[in-house]
């Protein structure tokens, strides 16, 4: 079983910074891909950021110059540096994660609110 657990969400002021971390634990052989979604209620869930094994990422055209995924292999996390944010930046964030190239797996979601 693989587990990932998410963490830094919050309440936060327009403009204000949050830092989100999502680690990955349990049975883990090879981690091909991590990333961020989000989801507002009532909207769809979409791909805020992606960071391969590789180490090449992508961004949803949002977020980009605002928000900065990385990786920690060796500790089998990511994390989504959300600077600059808004109100329309307010969701639930969720981390997810393919192992072996096959398996997906999603964490519990993390509140991030933004108010003005």
């Known amino acids: 079983q693989v587990q990932l657990v998410e963490s830094g969400g919050g309440l936060v002021q327009s403009g204000g910074s949050l830092r989100l971390s999502c680690a990955a634990s349990?049975?883990?052989?090879?981690?091909?891909?991590m990333a961020w979604y989000r989801q507002a209620p009532g909207k769809q869930r979409e791909l805020v950021a992606r960071?391969?094994?590789?180490?090449?990422?992508n961004y949803a055209d949002s977020v980009k110059g605002r928000f900065t995924i990385s990786r920690d292999s060796a500790k089998n996390t990511t994390y989504l540096e959300m600077n600059t944010l808004k109100p329309e930046d307010t969701a639930a964030y969720y981390c997810?994660?393919?192992?072996?190239?096959?398996?997906?797996?999603w964490g519990q979601g993390t509140q991030v609110t933004v108010s003005s």
């Open positions: 349990g049975s883990i052989s090879n981690i091909n891909a």
């Open positions: 960071i391969t094994s590789s180490g090449d990422t």
């Open positions: 997810y994660v393919r192992t072996d190239w096959t398996t997906n797996h």
